[in-house]
């Protein structure tokens, strides 16, 4: 059973400082990793995405991936109250397999 | 450059009626996948057709179908609904490339509610 794993909080992280999310999968074969984040009620909107080990820097969003871990992260800098919503990490190997999500709350 | 788009975004039935729900992907996508997403979970994968052939398919019962038109545009039915197909129905649309695929943009979903 393929799975991706995701604590799913609340996190509440106060404005101005960094969000950390972690996501583990199951499947070693898996080549793509995602993070989307969803606010309520809406669809999934893509924020990164990543294919190799390392670090990854978009603005203030940093995905990390460790694949002998078979870890990924995601980094929110300068954490800001619209940051708050629900992000999900998904595996791709063949078909994208869904994490259910880690709920982030910002305090202002 | 229009995006994902579904349709209906609202939609109310009644147990054992059917539905269609509809999505047209991103221009120059070949690849659509449906997705279940039930309050407070990730999104289950339910079909996925690239080139108008199914090309995986998650664990859901024979009540779900979908079919993929030569536009790329798809459809996903589903028969006799239950109160339990309740939920966001979400389309992705990706471009599949080898080794793996390009990021996967969804529509705006489908909230399907049973009564």
């Known amino acids: 059973q393929k799975e991706v794993e995701q604590n799913s909080g609340p996190l509440s992280v106060p404005e101005g400082a960094i969000a950390s999310l972690n996501c583990t999968y199951s499947?070693?074969?898996?080549?793509?990793f995602f993070w989307y984040r969803q606010y309520s009620g809406k669809s999934p909107e893509l924020i990164m995405s990543?294919?190799s080990n390392g670090d990854k820097e978009d603005g203030r969003f940093t995905a990390q991936l460790n694949k002998a871990s078979q870890y990924v992260s995601l980094l929110i800098r300068d954490s800001q109250p619209s940051d708050s919503a629900t992000y999900l990490c998904?595996?791709?190997?063949?078909?994208?397999?869904w994490g259910a999500g880690t709920k982030l709350i910002i305090k202002p | 450059d229009a995006g994902v788009t579904q349709s209906p975004t609202h939609l109310i039935k009644t147990r054992g009626q059917h539905v269609t729900l509809r999505c047209s992907p991103i221009?120059?996508?070949?690849?659509v996948s449906w997705y279940q997403q039930v309050l407070g979970q990730g999104p289950q994968f339910i079909f996925q057709?690239?080139?108008?052939?199914?090309?995986g398919r998650g664990n859901f019962p024979d009540r779900f179908s979908a079919r993929q038109f030569p536009n790329y545009s798809s459809e996903l039915n589903v028969n006799a609904l239950l109160l339990g197909d309740s939920a966001l129905y979400l389309c992705?649309?990706?471009?599949?490339?080898?080794?793996?695929?390009?990021?996967?943009?969804f529509g705006q979903g489908t909230r399907l509610t049973v009564v």
């Open positions: 992705a649309s990706s471009t599949l490339v080898t080794g793996g695929i390009t990021e996967a943009f």
């Open positions: 221009s120059g996508h070949k690849s």
């Open positions: 057709y690239y080139e108008k052939e199914e090309r």
């Open positions: 499947d070693r074969g898996s080549q793509s």
């Open positions: 990543i294919y």
């Open positions: 998904a595996a791709f190997n063949y078909q994208l397999i």
